[in-house]
């Protein structure tokens, strides 16, 4: 199978390979016999989260300090491709360690980072991220959800939809409007979910990711202590939201490199034995011709995705190289695995086959982490 290359002075190549034969062992052992049951619940249970922590695939690179493993990045790479690999991608350790992570890390208070990251490490509490709303997806500037300051509190009202873990995180930074200033009128808040004020909607019935507990939410009076603020100051959402976006670009790119090649070799093993016509399906020159395609195309997008790896090692990724890998590579991603499952014939529409579930799984792709129509914007206006 095509694997994931991170070449990086600061890289230790067995640490990376003990990392991914651990978390290997881990997902065969409690998640991937567990995974239609799953699906059908929409949730991962509680105690798969705490048997992560324990062993230690929470918050990788937090630092060591707080309770995280104090790793690089190059750690939560492995840790997504392995998942993506093994077709546990709907476990989402991806968004606690380099999605969420980040902001409570990088930009949190001290009494923020001593008082969650422990938690979150140890998988006693989930996070979330809430900043879509009904009517304002990609133009955040738009959104209605507002915190008001009253004495030594904030009060939030409003309500966000596609969040991502909604349905059973402890907390979520959320995005509020602060000000009426197009500008600087946003700003992050942590917001614990056991807070008066705060419910659940609708888990989200969606296409495919459908252990991911996708939920709408709803802030009513909702009051939270002026400290969860991030940064301490209000205006500063905006210009915070972008300190994490080429990561969490990259991030999305990374899984689809490896979604591509898992279903590569989902599909040279199937019809590799499958028979029509008195030979295999693999021994027709037209099923060559389009795996020859998808092999290049995903072997093009790991040669990319490695070497946005390296330069985001280096403090090098800028905001229009990580817009072309997530654009690109998810593109190529649904085409790689539409040309896969019509190998499967038939089969390939039947839920039980692993090509149907990657079929559902990656469309999203190409709209979270922004639209790829806002990646072609970012990227056409570098031009």
């Known amino acids: 199978m095509l694997k994931l290359q991170i ?15 651990a978390l290997g062992r881990f997902l065969e052992r409690e998640v991937l016999p567990h995974l239609e049951k799953w699906e059908a619940e929409g949730y991962v249970p509680r105690d798969v989260w705490r048997k992560a922590g324990e062993a230690g695939f929470l918050m990788a690179s937090a630092p060591a300090e707080y309770g995280g493993g104090g790793a690089n990045f190059a750690y939560e790479a492995v840790i997504i491709d392995e998942l993506n690999r093994r077709g546990a991608h709907s476990f989402l350790l991806t968004v606690q360690n380099a999605i969420f992570g980040p902001y ?43 915190a008001r300051k009253d004495g030594d509190s904030y009060v939030i009202n409003g309500q966000k939809i596609f969040t991502t873990l ?22 992050l808040f942590f917001v614990e979910t056991d807070t008066p004020g705060f419910t659940r909607g609708r888990k989200l019935d969606k296409i495919g990711l459908n252990m991911q507990a996708t939920a709408e939410i709803f802030f009513d009076n909702v009051r939270v202590p002026a400290e969860n603020l991030i940064g301490g100051e ?44 008195r030979q295999t399906v693999f021994d027709f020159q037209n099923t060559q011709f389009t795996l020859a395609e998808c092999k290049t195309d995903a072997t093009i997008a790991g040669v990319f995705v490695s070497d946005c790896i390296r330069r985001h090692l280096s403090h090098e990724l800028d905001g229009v190289t990580a817009a072309m890998a997530k654009m690109w590579v998810s593109e190529a991603q ?50």
């Not at 799984?361 to 982490?369: K, L, Q, T, V």
Request: hydrophobic share 40%; net charge negative; charged share 30%.
């Open 7 to 21: 070449d990086h002075p600061e890289v230790d190549a067995d640490e990376l390979e003990q990392l991914r034969d």
């Open 104 to 146: 409570l890390a990088e930009l949190g208070s001290e009494e923020q980072k001593q008082r969650w990251i422990p938690k979150i490490a140890s998988g006693e509490t989930l996070a979330a991220i809430a900043m879509t709303e009904p009517d304002s997806g990609s133009d955040l500037r738009n959104m209605k959800t507002n």
């Open 166 to 187: 909604g349905h059973q995180a402890d907390l979520i930074m959320v995005a509020c409007k602060t000000s009426d200033d197009p500008r600087a009128g946003i700003s």
């Open 234 to 277: 209000e205006g500063l959402g905006m210009k915070q939201l972008t300190t994490n976006l080429a990561q969490e670009r990259l991030v999305v790119a990374i899984e689809g490199a490896a979604m591509m090649a898992r279903a590569i070799e989902e599909t040279v093993a199937y019809v590799k034995q499958r028979k029509a016509f």
């Open 334 to 383: 649904g085409k790689v695995i539409d040309r896969c499952l019509q190998l499967f014939g038939g089969y390939g529409y039947i839920n039980e086959y692993p090509i149907a579930r990657m079929y559902r799984d990656c469309r999203a792709a190409r709209i979270y982490g922004g639209t790829n129509e806002i990646m072609r914007l970012i990227i056409g206006r570098s031009l």
